[in-house]
């Protein structure tokens, strides 16, 4: 299995920081790559797949990068409702797997 | 709009089999992948595989021997039977729509399932 490592895994942050969370794969997953945002008590959403596309409705804060097996997800202007948790997935072999999760708190 | 539900026993006993069903609206199930996810309470999510109306299935090998999806095109709604369950099975459980070039983009608001006796 292709292991993910998310970093870091708590990120205190306020309105308005940028705020930057990695992932890095155990092996390369080429662009196969997608991050999800999930709110308590509700279902992932996914934001990014193929390392860098928005997905239709996803504030343009929010922007991916990278290939092989480093990733970052970058939230440019942290807003109130982004304070939550955020997963990356990849999809490139099977099993899926995803990281441990980066929680985003308030500083 | 499409939307997804999960639905089935809250509570299961251990050793017994744990099954769910995903009941879709608002699409067909055919054209697309429907997984399964999992995910035990503060803790990360877990791929458990995915089906497609064709029959083709993919399981995640760490439970490939308990595990069988299937998908049911006449009622529109897709199904997971994991056998011998354990307290290690004790999470919330998520279906959702694969579109093919991205994983799931569309989940079920999950069901928590419980194993204990």
């Known amino acids: 299995d292709i292991q993910m490592t998310q970093s870091p895994s708590t990120l205190s942050a306020s309105v308005g920081d940028r705020v930057t969370i990695t992932c890095r794969a155990s092996?390369?997953?080429?662009?196969?790559l997608a991050w999800y945002q999930q709110r308590p008590g509700t279902a992932p959403k996914i934001l990014i797949h193929?390392?860098?596309t928005l997905l239709s409705g996803v504030p343009s804060r929010f922007s991916g990068s990278g290939s092989g097996t480093e990733f970052t997800l970058i939230i440019s202007s942290l807003q109130p409702e982004d304070l939550t948790t955020y997963y990356c997935?990849?999809?490139?072999?099977?099993?899926?797997?995803f990281g441990q999760g980066t929680k985003v708190e308030i500083k | 709009q499409v939307q997804l539900q999960e639905s089935g026993p809250g509570l299961v006993k251990p050793s017994e089999t744990l099954s769910l069903t995903c009941s879709l609206s608002?699409?067909?199930?055919?054209?697309?992948?429907w997984s399964w996810f999992r995910q035990p309470a503060g803790r990360a999510l877990e791929w458990i595989g995915r089906?497609?109306?064709?029959?083709?299935?993919i399981y995640n090998p760490s439970l490939r021997s308990r595990v069988t999806l299937s998908v049911d095109t006449s009622t529109n709604h897709f199904s997971l039977k994991l056998t011998s369950v354990t307290a290690a099975d004790t999470a919330v459980y998520y279906c959702?729509?694969?579109?093919?070039?991205?994983?799931?983009?569309?989940w079920g608001q999950g069901t928590m399932v419980t194993v204990s006796s």
């Open positions: 959702g729509r694969d579109p093919g070039e991205w994983p799931s983009d569309i």
């Open positions: 608002g699409a067909s199930i055919s054209g697309y992948y």
């Open positions: 089906v497609h109306r064709t029959g083709e299935i």
């Open positions: 092996h390369s997953v080429r662009t196969s």
């Open positions: 193929r390392a860098s």
């Open positions: 997935l990849q999809y490139d072999s099977y099993p899926w797997t």
